[in-house]
């Protein structure tokens, strides 16, 4: 087959060569079309009941993570200039397109109680811009009474205050959230800059526009230094600028034609399908590097340029074609996932591997026909000393150490394996930015402040129309009680809710007293809904807190980032006791929002990425049948692929690296390109054995020299150019890139110590049964 597709290739070069500058320029039309994602990462599937019930939750009520927020903390607040400063501010922003609405002391809102006509005004607290300091001690007065607003806009005992900033739905999805975020940082930091006070910024809208800014310039450093490194590597390598410069413009092909995949799935750039194009760009220059060597190597033996070409396709074509399906594999299986952020960047990346791969297999032949014959500088790197005498040492160490190397593995396993048992399963909203950065550390400000701004919600179905005020409104006093459980926590914010409406409705009723905001009596509740009957249509604002049967109705806390574990606890000590309040066979109380859809996609990501896994060693183990009709070298020759994820995982363990979907990304992205190596080896052995004539030892001894060189080349490329993502100010990036580059040497050394002295271990077994068997034979006679 290789052959038939060797003297193809190379009798239709240019037929070749015009296809795939054909579908570049197609895919490249393609490429310029793409997008960056401005939707919320969704890992769990459209299925998955956590997310049908978030779902239901935003159809009933609005979006929950649409709210921005932006807060200092000064106890002199309520100086003239500051305040009409503030003031002016909150009225700017509100202006912008795209902002819903503004909440901030100089925007908020009163009730006055209206006899005459039996309601309730909803009117703003300041209606005029204050010109004395007399007007700003009035309107602290009037905010100091005000008790719905405390712990929500302003905290009384630190002196800190904030301004909510709520999206429009269609703007918080778009690019110019990205526009509005920017603008609103420039007018806030000129208020900071003048009144000498520290802005802090957080929010799901800022979050994520900060994350999305941050995807979009480190897609373009991580390509950049791509090509830096791996072009001064090869040019180490081969000392040849054509060599150098041709490879990398066929992987940047291949780049090109991965981003084009990406457009025609319909899929956008993210944190994960933004890595794609530079791990092409790093898996893909390997490929050139086996071409290449196998090229000069053959055309130093005979001098025959169109011989070698041929001996390349036909012998390292079939090497690259299993070696790039195992990697290939390694991003296929997180289709298997079902998380649309992972089966996006799985497919995307499967795909373009392997187009890379054909891309490569095509051009490389093409332009070492054109390119000048191979000069003896070209050629020297060949000679390699230095690795020559490294791959001496380890074939020594393969035929005559083999027991060595087996307890040396098992203690060097039984460590790693220690190490994992430390690793530690914990998810945070922020958890992949440097708790220097200013997202992670205002994220902190407003937890201390206002106990966080991550949304959590309570959604409570009475099963009845109006069953909220049904009963005495026994459904309201439920969720006080309800209220006061989660005041118990101080990962909690004060919540908002039409508990909340109703004790501020008291209040006003009473004159504005203080000491009236609360829930009242049975029989003043009665007298009060005479008055609010009203209050649900003022402006539409109760629309958010109560539907429109005032059957179902929702309780919004904010919590801190405290992370999967923290919440899953969390959970897990409420429900219960949320169950004993509303009873579930009278009630259908559901607790949602952004923090437990995290909590949820944290746990969905570790369970299904293992699983993953596992389907990928057996997918890999049945592409290694191809080589070999024994389970038994199959399954061992797995364990050089395996053992390196071991130590990494005992490094994880003992660095304390947490387990999080980008860190756990690494091993099965590390196992598929592990692979790699696994299959160059054992497809040299195979080659060298039938040749040999079933020589194991010769064999061994061959391999070792022929494709160590090769893969110690590869190996050097892959550390280097996975380094590069350890500059991310992702954390779980740069863990990745630091942890796949140790997990390749570590597959190296295997590859190339471990896996042949397993080769020659089941070879030697085998010749030692057919000597016995043999003896038997001849005793027999």
């Not at 992987?251 to 995949?261: D, Q, R, T, Y």
């Not at 050139?288 to 036909?314: D, P, T, W």
């Not at 049904?470 to 309201?476: D, G, H, R």
Request: charged share 20%.
């Amino acid at each position: 087959m290789w052959r038939k597709f060797s003297g193809l290739l190379l009798r239709n070069k240019a037929v070749f060569t015009v296809v795939v500058l054909l579908a570049t320029v197609f895919m490249g039309y393609e490429a310029s079309q793409i997008e960056l994602s401005y939707d919320f990462a969704r890992i769990l599937p459209d299925d998955d009941p956590a997310y049908v019930e978030y779902q239901k939750f935003k159809k009933q009520f609005g979006e929950d993570g649409n709210v921005m927020v932006i807060g200092f903390e000064d106890k002199n607040f309520y100086t003239l200039n500051k305040f009409n400063d503030w003031y002016h501010l909150s009225k700017t922003i509100k202006i912008i397109p795209g902002i819903k609405e503004v909440l901030s002391v100089p925007t908020a809102y009163k009730l006055i109680r209206n006899d005459s006509l039996s309601k309730f005004d909803f009117v703003p607290v300041i209606t005029k811009i204050p010109r004395t300091q007399a007007d700003v001690d009035s309107i602290k007065l009037e905010m100091d009474r005000l008790k719905f607003y405390e712990g929500i806009i302003y905290n009384k005992e630190t002196g800190a205050t904030l301004m909510a900033i709520t999206f429009n739905t269609s703007t918080l999805n778009s690019k110019r959230r990205l526009d509005i975020v920017r603008d609103i940082k420039t007018l806030t930091e000129g208020f900071g800059i003048k009144h000498h006070v520290q802005m802090h910024y957080s929010g799901m809208p800022y979050i994520r526009s900060q994350m999305m800014e941050k995807i979009s310039h480190e897609m373009t450093l991580f390509l950049v230094l791509a090509i830096l490194i791996t072009g001064f590597i090869l040019w180490m390598f081969f000392r040849s600028g054509a060599n150098v410069f041709f490879s990398i413009v066929i992987v940047l092909i291949g780049v090109l034609w991965s981003l084009g995949v990406l457009e025609l799935f319909g899929y956008k750039i993210t944190v994960l399908t933004g890595l794609v194009a530079p791990l092409i760009m790093v898996i893909g220059i390997p490929n050139c590097i086996f071409l290449i060597n196998k090229y000069q190597a053959e055309f130093v033996l005979h001098g025959n340029k169109i011989k070698a070409l041929s001996r390349m396709i036909e012998t390292i074509g079939v090497t690259l074609f299993l070696a790039n399906v195992t990697t290939s594999i390694g991003f296929g299986v997180l289709y298997f996932t079902k998380s649309t952020m992972l089966v996006e960047f799985g497919v995307v990346a499967a795909i373009s591997v392997m187009a890379t791969y054909i891309i490569t297999l095509i051009l490389i032949p093409v332009l070492l026909f054109l390119l000048p014959e191979p000069k003896a500088k070209h050629t020297k790197h060949l000679e390699a000393k230095r690795i020559n005498k490294i791959l001496d040492v380890v074939d020594n160490l393969v035929q005559k150490q083999r027991p060595a190397i087996y307890i040396s593995t098992v203690i060097i396993t039984v460590v790693g394996a220690i190490g994992m048992l430390k690793i530690s399963l914990v998810g945070y909203v922020v958890d992949d930015l440097p708790t220097k950065d200013p997202v992670y550390t205002d994220l902190h400000f407003f937890e201390s402040a206002f106990h966080g701004v991550l949304p959590f919600e309570i959604s409570v179905d009475s099963k009845k129309e109006n069953g909220i005020f049904a009963e005495n409104a026994k459904v309201l006093y439920k969720m006080k009680a309800l209220q006061a459980l989660f005041g118990d926590y101080k990962e909690f914010s004060k919540p908002l809710s039409v508990v909340e409406a109703v004790k501020f409705s008291y209040q006003a009723y009473k004159d504005g007293a203080p000491k009236y905001y609360r829930l009242p009596s049975i029989t003043d509740l009665k007298t009060l809904s005479e008055y609010s009957g009203s209050l649900s249509g003022q402006n539409n604002r109760m629309k958010f807190f109560i539907d429109s049967t005032k059957r179902i109705t929702r309780i919004s806390f904010q919590m801190a980032d405290v992370g999967s574990k923290r919440i899953k606890e969390l959970v897990a000590e409420l429900r219960p006791k949320v169950d004993s309040i509303f009873p579930p066979k009278d009630y259908d109380v559901s607790l949602t929002g952004h923090s437990l859809v995290f909590l949820k996609s944290n746990d969905y990501l570790l369970y299904n990425l293992f699983e993953s896994l596992i389907i990928e060693i057996i997918l890999i183990a049945i592409v290694g049948m191809a080589l070999f009709r024994s389970v038994r070298i199959i399954v061992l020759s797995k364990l050089p692929c395996l053992i390196p994820l071991i130590i990494t995982a005992g490094v994880m363990g003992f660095l304390d690296i947490r387990f999080k979907p980008s860190t756990i990304l690494i091993f099965s992205i590390a196992f598929g390109i592990s692979s790699d190596g696994t299959i160059y080896f054992l497809t040299k052995y195979r080659q060298e054995l039938r040749k040999l004539g079933g020589d194991a030892f010769k064999a061994i001894s061959v391999a070792i020299k022929d494709t160590g060189f090769s893969m110690i080349y590869t190996s050097v490329i892959l550390f280097f150019g996975f380094s590069i993502f350890s500059v991310s100010s992702f954390g779980g990036t740069a863990a990745l890139g630091v942890l796949i580059s140790l997990t390749l040497i570590m597959s190296l050394i295997t590859n190339l110590v471990l896996l042949p002295a397993i080769l020659l271990s089941i070879a030697n077994k085998k010749q030692n049964k057919e000597i016995m068997k043999a003896s038997m034979i001849e005793i027999e006679e």
